[in-house]
C-alpha cells in the first residue's frame, strides 16, 4: 500500500523560509512523479510545483517560481520543496501527491494525484 506523509511545516515570518519533505512508501519500482499542492482557507486548491520521476523536469506556478525550489533523492523516496522568501499569501494547507501515471503535463492542467498525504500547515505571518 502506498503511503505519502508530509512533514516541515510550521510558521514563519514574511521574508523566513521552510522546507517541507514528502516520503512516499510502498510503491513499486517505478518511481512516481510527485507534485505539491495548497489550500487556503476559502479557496481552491492550488498546484505549486511537480517533479518528474527522474528529476529531469521541474514545474512551477507562476507565483512560486524564483522563490520555491524542488528537488528529490529517489535513494530516500523523498522530495523536499524549499520555500524561501515567504509571503503571507503562502500561508495554506501543503499537500503532496504521488501520480504513477501523470506527469507535469497533467499537474500543470490540474489533473494530477492518485496517493495523498495528510497535508501540513504553513503560516506566514508578522
Known amino acids: 500500500q502506498v503511503q505519502v506523509v508530509e512533514s516541515g511545516g510550521g510558521s514563519v515570518q514574511p521574508g523566513g523560509s521552510l522546507g517541507l519533505s514528502c516520503v512516499v512508501s510502498?510503491?513499486?519500482?517505478?518511481?512516481?512523479?510527485i507534485g505539491w499542492f495548497r489550500q487556503a482557507p476559502g479557496k481552491e486548491r492550488e498546484g505549486v510545483s511537480c517533479?518528474?520521476?527522474?528529476?529531469?523536469?521541474?514545474y512551477y506556478t507562476d507565483s512560486v517560481k524564483g522563490r520555491f525550489t524542488i528537488s528529490r533523492d529517489n535513494a530516500k523516496n523523498t522530495v523536499y520543496l524549499q520555500m524561501n522568501s515567504l509571503k503571507p499569501e503562502d500561508t495554506a494547507v501543503y499537500y503532496c501527491?504521488?501520480?504513477?501515471?501523470?506527469?507535469?503535463?497533467?499537474?500543470?492542467?490540474?489533473?494530477?494525484?492518485?496517493?495523498w498525504g495528510q497535508g501540513t500547515q504553513v503560516t506566514v505571518s508578522s
Open positions: 501527491a504521488a501520480d504513477y501515471i501523470r506527469g507535469i503535463s497533467s499537474f500543470a492542467r490540474n489533473i494530477f494525484g492518485v496517493y
Open positions: 510502498g510503491f513499486s519500482s517505478r518511481e512516481p512523479a
Open positions: 517533479i518528474s520521476s527522474s528529476a529531469g523536469a521541474t
